[in-house]
Nanobody, 123 residues
Framework: VQLQASGGGLVQPGGSLRLSCAASRRTSSNNAMGWFRQASGKEREFVGSVSWSGQSTRYAESVEGRFTISRGYGESTMYLQMNLLKPEDTAVYYC?????????????????WGQGTQVTVSS
């Protein structure tokens, strides 16, 4: 099982970044996928999730309207478009594959995790 997140970096407040997550197709084509993040000294928190079909999404209130998750129908690659970034968005971002096909917000509902990519929002 392999998950590879990429696209992180340093961006100024108000800027944008696009993260990608590529998963082994055998493990993800029928499963929902999600993004979580963990800031230094804080617990990992839910960012967003997309269903296996890519047609249903759910977001944390803190990113609603600024972040967009996309995924092709049954595809194993997921994207996180992050706009209007704020310093408080600074964290390591992780992608994960859920146990089921529907969107889920709890970390315990995910079975596979990538290693994370650092996003830093600073002027």
């Amino acid at each position: 099982v392999q998950l590879q997140a990429s696209g992180g970096g340093l961006v100024q407040p108000g800027g944008s970044l696009r993260l990608s997550c590529a998963a082994s197709r055998r493990t993800s084509s029928n499963n929902a996928m999600g993004w979580f993040r963990q800031a230094s000294g804080k617990e990992r928190e839910f960012v967003g999730s997309v269903s296996w079909s890519g047609q249903s999404t759910r977001y944390a209130e803190s990113v609603e309207g600024r972040f967009t998750i996309s995924r092709g129908y049954g595809e194993s690659t997921m994207y996180l478009q992050m706009n209007l970034l704020k310093p408080e968005d600074t964290a390591v971002y992780y992608c994960a594959v859920a146990r089921g096909s529907a969107v889920v917000t709890l970390a315990g509902s995910y079975q596979y995790w990538g290693q994370g990519t650092q996003v830093t929002v600073s002027s």
